[in-house]
């Protein structure tokens, strides 16, 4: 998991609770936390208590919250801006707020939460990712982060299967789509796609793409996208909300 957890970092992480039907100026965040021993509870206090609503007082918008599956240390999430402008914004007055400032001190008193600087970075939404608002749920669920690198030259060739294909298929087989970003910033952006699925339970994910590796559709994509293989075997995490997600 340790191992993991560190690649994903690599090429950064990510978390959706509502998908939005801006498709140029809006960007999401990434951002992943990883916290000292025994500091990731009170991570989620400064979060559940202080940091949302500090978010939204400064223009960004919360997404969702996520652990990892069997996590201890980390903290998954995401973010939306208006635009990139927007971000630098938003954080600006945030770190200098003093509300925000009182509550960092605060949770620090019997030593840093984080073992380290967050990590983040900016994704926008592919022409294919799900247009419909996800609203509030009590579905829980686990979801599934998955990243790709496509081999050279091919995000596009890879874009095409998904948008012709496969996002059909995962519904078909009980998969449920959320998000298909692309990064905005070199060199993840030349070859990465990042996005998440949801699954009813952990036993009905592994029936879920038991359906779909077997589905004669799918192998007939496969083999009509082209000769090779088309990316790099995926970065996979199941994660669940945290209480204070919109996604529940």
């Known amino acids: 998991m340790t191992k993991f957890l560190l690649s994903l970092a690599t090429v950064l992480l990510l978390g959706i609770s509502v998908i939005t039907e801006s498709a140029n100026a809006e ?3 990434l951002r ?7 500091k990731l509870d009170d991570l989620h206090t400064r979060f559940r208590d202080h940091t949302l609503k500090l978010f939204e007082k400064h223009g960004m918008t919360n997404m969702a919250y ?9 903290l998954i999430y995401v973010l939306s801006h208006k635009n990139r402008e927007a971000a630098a914004k938003s954080w600006d007055a945030f770190v200098n707020d003093p509300v925000w400032q009182k509550a960092f001190k605060a949770s620090r008193v ?8 967050p990590e983040s970075t900016f994704l926008e939404a592919t022409d294919y990712t799900p247009k ?13 982060l998955r990243i790709y690198q496509a081999a050279e030259g091919k995000l596009g060739k890879l874009d095409a299967r998904f948008r012709d294909h496969t996002i059909s298929l995962f519904e078909k087989h009980g998969m ?5 970003w692309h990064a905005t910033d ?6 990465h796609l990042y996005y998440i699925i949801w699954h ?9 793409w038991k359906g779909f590796i077997a589905d004669p559709d799918w192998k007939a994509a496969a083999a009509a996208s082209g000769v090779g293989r088309l990316a790099k075997p995926p970065i996979a995490i199941y994660m669940q909300s945290t209480d204070y997600s919109k996604i529940k």
């Open 200 to 208: 009813e339970s952990k036993e009905a994910a592994a029936a879920s």
């Open 132 to 144: 419909k608002k996800w609203k509030n749920s009590k579905e829980g669920g686990f979801f599934e």
């Open 110 to 117: 019997d030593g840093p939460l984080l073992s380290k600087a």
């Open 176 to 180: 449920r789509n959320l998000a298909y």
């Open 66 to 74: 996520w652990v990892p599956e069997g996590s201890k240390n980390t």
């Open 32 to 38: 992943v936390y990883t916290t000292n021993e025994g």
């Open 27 to 29: 960007v999401f965040e």
């Open 186 to 191: 070199e060199p993840q952006s030349k070859d």
